[in-house]
């Protein structure tokens, strides 16, 4: 038999992360606070609304930019959330999670040769997309354990290729949020180097202690060269029904979309219309969900208090990171391997979030769980 020409075009890629300590979890019966997703369901009435629509027949493709309620829903929210107008039409596309319209988002606009800035630790998704475009990824660290972005670092590895800057706010791992400073300095720059943004802000809806999100559709000038992607998933702790969207210029919305319609052409029709009912009925939702993650990162960290972890408390989304250098010498994945093992916790290896990990030993803790999931996994840490 002749043997088969097999070049991998993503030589470096395992398994991710979040599905190997998932199955680590399930293997060794440990809590899982590696993977992000809830214990918890949905609201009830979101279910209700997406059952309604399955039973009602609309079980057929819908619009290959999403059905227009949910369209109309999300410019109403951005309109409400930024003071942004945007076009249902021509400004927003529904797309099968986030991880959809950030692909088909470096897909369509990163050539060979250009150059895409991301910041270390990166979500994983990024890179891979911008080497399939043979892109060339250019990745700048986040410094713990404040990890802001170092502006000028950035504003000095700008070159006549860089073609896009990847930003992520509220940001995973860390739980950092960027601030109305970091995004006049992204505006400048990105207008001065005509810079495309990615702007990855699935967790725009979990920021806590009254801060408020920095998202770029609140700034006209970002805007005008965002794409700006949030996740449904996120938002109503649903992430298994893998629907996000993305809201940027029509011309920007037209790239995405001559891509999207041959990744995945859509998403779920009855999952969509559900989605759309439910916002509309219930814009409750967005405003106490600052309130419901903040409470659940504060019975996590009151209870790993009495721990030897060190932390800051998490400024957004369902993460907080943890220094475990006072419990172990260990390199992060064997650490957060030995935990899953030995102590029944599963968490999040950080350096696999970056090109050159730092010399540091962190590991993510999910608390997007039950409150007495989160105080038997902390009580578990506590001992340690
Ligand atoms: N970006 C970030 C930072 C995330 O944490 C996630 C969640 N997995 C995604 C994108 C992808 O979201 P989705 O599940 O909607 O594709
Ligand atoms: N975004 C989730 C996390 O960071 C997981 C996403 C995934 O499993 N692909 O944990």
Request: no cysteine.
């Given at each position: 038999m002749k043997p088969l020409r097999l070049d991998s075009k993503l030589p470096q890629v395992g398994t991710t992360i979040f599905t190997v300590m998932s199955q680590m979890a399930a293997e060794h019966g440990?809590?899982?606070?590696?993977?992000?997703?809830?214990?918890?369901?949905?609201?009830?009435?979101?279910?209700?609304?997406?059952?309604?629509?399955?039973?009602g027949g609309f079980n057929q493709y819908p619009p290959m930019a999403g059905v227009l309620p949910l369209r109309e829903a999300v410019a109403a929210k951005v309109l409400d959330c930024y003071g942004a107008r945007v076009s249902p039409e021509t400004e927003v596309t529904i797309t099968p999670g986030a991880t959809e319209a950030i692909y088909c988002a470096i897909?369509?606009?990163?050539?060979?040769?250009?150059?895409?800035?991301?910041?270390?630790?990166?979500?994983?998704?990024?890179?891979?997309?911008?080497?399939?475009?043979?892109?060339?990824?250019?990745?700048?660290?986040?410094?713990?354990?404040?990890?802001?972005?170092?502006?000028?670092?950035?504003?000095?590895?700008?070159?006549?290729?860089?073609?896009?800057?990847?930003?992520?706010?509220?940001?995973?791992?860390?739980?950092?949020v960027m601030s109305a400073e970091d995004l006049a300095?992204?505006?400048?720059?990105?207008?001065r180097h005509d810079l495309i943004v990615v702007s990855d802000e699935v967790y725009e809806h979990l920021v806590f202690d009254g801060r408020?999100?920095?998202?770029?559709?609140?700034?006209?000038?970002?805007?005008?060269?965002?794409?700006?992607?949030?996740?449904?998933?996120?938002?109503?702790?649903v992430t298994g029904w893998k629907t996000g969207y993305c809201v940027a210029p029509a011309a920007l919305t037209t790239e995405l979309r001559r891509v999207h319609q041959f990744v995945t052409f859509v998403g779920i029709t009855p999952i969509q219309l559900g989605l759309a009912e439910f916002m509309r009925a219930h814009p409750e939702h967005l405003r106490e969900l600052p309130a419901f993650y903040q409470a659940k990162r504060d019975v996590f960290n009151a209870a790993m208090a009495a721990s030897r972890?060190?932390?800051?408390?998490?400024?957004?989304?369902?993460?907080?990171?943890a220094?475990?250098?006072?419990i172990s010498d260990l390199p992060d994945r064997e650490f957060a391997a030995w935990l899953t093992r030995e102590v029944g916790v599963a968490a999040i290896p950080v350096s696999v979030f970056y090109e050159t990990p730092p010399d540091a030993r962190y590991v993510r803790f999910c608390f997007c769980?039950?409150?007495?999931?989160?105080?038997?996994?902390?009580?578990k840490l506590a001992a340690l």
């Open positions: 440990a809590i899982n606070l590696s993977q992000g997703f809830p214990d918890y369901d949905g609201p009830a009435a979101l279910k209700e609304a997406v059952k309604r629509h399955l039973d897909t369509a606009i990163v050539r060979p040769g250009d150059e895409v800035i991301l910041f270390d630790p990166a979500y994983d998704s990024y890179e891979p997309a911008v080497t399939l475009a043979q892109g060339k990824p250019v990745r700048l660290p986040l410094a713990p354990p404040a990890y802001r972005i170092d502006w000028q670092r950035v504003a000095d590895s700008l070159t006549p290729r860089t073609r896009m800057i990847v930003v992520n706010s509220p940001h995973n791992p860390t739980g950092t300095t992204l505006a400048e720059l990105a207008e408020r999100h920095e998202s770029v559709l609140r700034y006209p000038a970002l805007a005008a060269r965002s794409f700006a992607v949030s996740s449904f998933g996120k938002t109503y702790h972890f060190r932390f800051v408390p998490s400024a957004g989304t369902y993460f907080q990171l220094d475990y250098g006072a769980k039950n409150d007495d999931t989160l105080r038997a996994a902390a009580a």
